[in-house]
């Protein structure tokens, strides 16, 4: 079993880091800016291909020599340990090669886009963007709020039904491998962990609403509906992916009231994980970033030639945004799907220790 999964995880992680080339906005090549038309290039397709067939061919290298490894050793430690460096060992080769392609694209960009009055740095901007409706209504979230105040609700009246040991960790043949004795802290971990996720789901749904337009001046009318749809489908998701962890949770904490078989709470984990990945996967290459990859019906446009948007200097290898000047706290990725930060901000490192620090508390209260 413990096999299977960990040869199922590998897979989607290749998989996500693969296909990420052909996700992105369409004027983007590997972190670097060039317009859409300008994407179309016979050495930029190239390159994403070299990109996936790179990242396909290391990563089942990595997994088999990660599943020998696995089959060999028995110790649970040890086959957590290479899981790990598995994961890490992909994730970082993966960054690797594509630092080599973000500078052949800057190299070609430099050697085909940046001469005279090409080189211009230009940003469109809708002043009407925030006024739609870019992430579904807060009032979604009282689903999830409303399953958490059962959840306190049921552990508080059914309190003396708890077994005095609670299994906190179990294994992937459904063995209890850690135990904590009952306690008020330790049967309120799960409502807890269920508000911290809502919290973070909400601050997740207010970022899309917030964040910095991306316009492609190559095709700026169509761009910006893209931009619309692609927050308002992702926020979607967000919300299912809040709402079936908040159930999930509820009940792992309704089993030690009730008796629910381990079975149904792995099979649930188990379909949780499908749903999520692979609905990730599947909004990758049907959404794309910024919703790139949407059939729309095309608008009209002029065939007067725009100029190309040159901000790359504010993007640190293509994928850390850095600048002073811009106002926007959340920005969309360059490279992937999804936001990031703009990490010239004080506030925005302040956000990330504050996330870890609320983490290592929790890890510390409910040890």
């Known amino acids: 079993m413990e096999i299977l999964f960990f040869i199922a995880m590998m897979l989607v992680i290749i998989v996500l880091q693969a296909v990420t080339p052909y996700v992105i906005r369409r004027g983007e090549s590997f972190g670097v800016m060039v317009g859409e038309k300008a994407a179309n290039d016979s050495v930029l397709r190239k390159m994403k291909r070299q990109f996936l067939q790179w990242n396909i061919v290391i990563g089942i290298l990595v997994t088999t020599i990660a599943t020998v490894l696995l089959v060999m050793i028995s110790n649970e430690n040890g086959q957590a340990t290479i899981f790990i460096i598995a994961i890490f060992t992909i994730l970082i080769i993966s960054f690797l090669i594509y630092i080599r392609f973000y500078k052949a694209s800057l190299a070609w960009k430099h050697e085909n886009l940046q001469r005279g009055e090409n080189k211009v740095d230009i940003v469109m901007v809708d002043t009407t963007f925030h006024r739609q409706k870019l992430t579904i209504s807060y009032a979604w979230y009282l689903i999830p709020l409303v399953l958490i105040f059962i959840t306190v609700g049921l552990t508080a009246i059914y309190y003396n039904q708890i077994a ?38 909400l601050f997740i749904n207010y970022m899309m609403s917030r964040s910095k337009q991306v316009i492609d001046n190559d095709n700026p009318t169509d761009s910006m509906r893209r931009s619309v749809l692609f927050r308002l489908i992702y926020s979607k998701f967000n919300f299912v992916m809040c709402l079936l962890l908040i159930l999930l949770f509820m009940v ?22 499908v749903i999520i990945f692979g609905g990730l996967i599947f909004l990758m290459v049907r959404v794309g970033q910024g919703g790139s ?23 640190k290898m293509g994928v850390f945004y850095f600048n002073h000047k811009d106002p926007a706290l959340f920005v ?13 901000k004080p506030i925005a490192w302040l956000s990330i220790v504050a996330i870890i620090g609320i983490i290592i508390i929790i890890s510390i209260l409910f040890r």
């Open 252 to 273: 792992i904490q309704l089993s030690f009231i009730f008796a629910i078989s381990q079975t149904v709470i792995m099979t649930m984990v188990i379909a949780m994980l």
């Open 164 to 201: 005095s040991q609670i299994p906190m960790q179990y294994n992937f043949d459904n063995e209890v491998t850690r135990m904590a004795t009952k306690s008020y802290r330790t049967v309120m971990m799960m409502p807890v962990m269920q508000l911290l996720m809502l919290g973070l789901f």
């Open 332 to 344: 969309e990725k360059r490279f992937g799907v999804g936001w990031t930060i703009n990490m010239a």
């Open 293 to 315: 990859r949407l059939k729309l019906e095309e608008t009209e446009q002029k065939d007067e030639p725009r100029p190309i948007r040159d901000d790359d200097a504010n993007w």
